[in-house]
């Protein structure tokens, strides 16, 4: 409709600039007052659904159209046959518009309903189950994230489930184990107390067996404390940089006594520059735990052995006893509090409580660590995997101060206790 002659715009002869100011003017009047009726609609009916909202803003987009297509006719023709042809070509596009937002405005409401039907029945079932494609994009996007924020929320609500059931757990071993040689120490005291046992030689039996329950005792309430500050979150780590190796030497040469006094055999054998960055008295704790553990269960004569290396990119701790295999049906709970694989709940006076492994699970997880156990061999094998500080050029050697020769790769030498 325009043209550039002679450098400067110009309009056709029947259309002059006045005519396109008051077009302008009168446009942008009606565009205004259609724009804010429509937000204040908008605003009116905000918490209904999106389909009459997305209806609205069609309305106002053509309500806007319509406006400005009637002053132009008004203004630019003369006929009012072609006036109203013009309206109601601009009427009928309207209305496919608005037929068109109420379809989409009808997908959206279906598609969100599904996802809230989808939600509720999470209270009913347990389950998310997400509404069937297709979703519109966004709403796609949503459901995705409410899958995954379910499973989260599964895992959490099972982590919870199996700490409260660890909780009663320990309270039952609280309830029974300490009673238990508390009550044997009531009654070797008031024996004394009343006299009832007067030979020198049975009250220095006593005196050695209240002794000997007090240390037991005082164990076991470590533990606990220890446990108990695992599950709170509450275990503070003083981290640094220590060799792995040294670690298992320490470990193998303070089980060597216990080992000896069972007739068990304990040998040990670690790579050369395995650095790990932990605590490495928490860490000795859990290696320790493992070590007595498999010495306690591993018959006389029978061969307890630790081997650290480095196994894909990782420092691993192995802990391999003879103490026949482990059923597996109880694989799963060998970390659990209390759990001995046995259905007597009173230890024996020399076992454990039964939470020097889940001790041990505590520690090397706080560590970033893995923890794992399976039947090998003639007995159980339990394996610590702990990332390394830094790569390390692995060369086996000892882990004690009394090397005999092993026939392990032909490089490695154990400390061994008989």
Known sequence: ?????????????????????????????????????????????AARSI??????????????????????????????????????????AGLAALIVA??????????????SY????????????????????????????LTVTHDRLSK?????????????????????DLRTPLAGLRA?????????????????????????????????????FELSRIHAGALRLSRRMVGLEDVVAEVVASAEPVARAKRVRLTGAAVRNMPVFIDSAEMGRALRNLVTNAIRHT??????????????????????DACGGIPPGDLPRVFDVAFRGESARTPGPQEGAGLGLSIARGIVEAHSGQIAVRNAGPGC?????LPLARPGAPALTSTGPQPAARGRSGHSRAVTAN
């Open 1 to 45: 409709m325009t043209a550039l002659a002679g450098g400067d715009l110009a309009l056709p002869a029947d259309i002059q600039w006045a005519d396109i100011a008051w077009i302008s003017e009168r446009v942008l009047i009606l565009a205004v007052i259609v724009t804010v009726i429509g937000l204040l609609v908008l605003r009116q009916f």
């Open 51 to 92: 389909s009459l909202m997305l209806t609205i803003v069609v309305a106002v987009s053509v309500i806007c159209s319509l406006s400005g297509v009637g002053v132009i006719a008004y203004r630019m023709l003369g006929s009012t046959e072609e006036r109203d042809e013009i309206l109601d070509l601009m009427a009928i």
């Open 102 to 115: 109420l379809f989409v405005g009808r997908r959206l409401t279906k598609a969100s309903r599904a996802i």
């Open 118 to 145: 989808a939600v509720q029945g999470v209270g009913e079932s347990g389950v998310y189950i997400a509404p069937p494609p297709p979703l519109p994009a966004e709403l796609a996007e949503l459901s995705q994230e």
């Open 156 to 176: 959490a609500r099972s982590r919870e489930r199996a700490l409260e059931a660890s909780r009663r757990e320990l309270v039952a071993w609280v309830s029974h």
């Open 188 to 224: 070797m005291a008031e024996a004394l107390e009343d006299q009832v046992v007067i030979s020198p030689r049975e009250v220095s039996q006593y005196h050695t067996q209240i002794r000997r329950e007090v240390e037991r005792l005082t164990l076991m309430i470590d533990d606990l």
């Open 299 to 320: 018959p006389s004569d029978g061969v307890v052995d630790v081997l650290a290396e480095v196994q894909s990119g990782m420092a691993c701790v192995s802990v391999s």
């Open 381 to 385: 094998q339990f394996l610590i995997r």
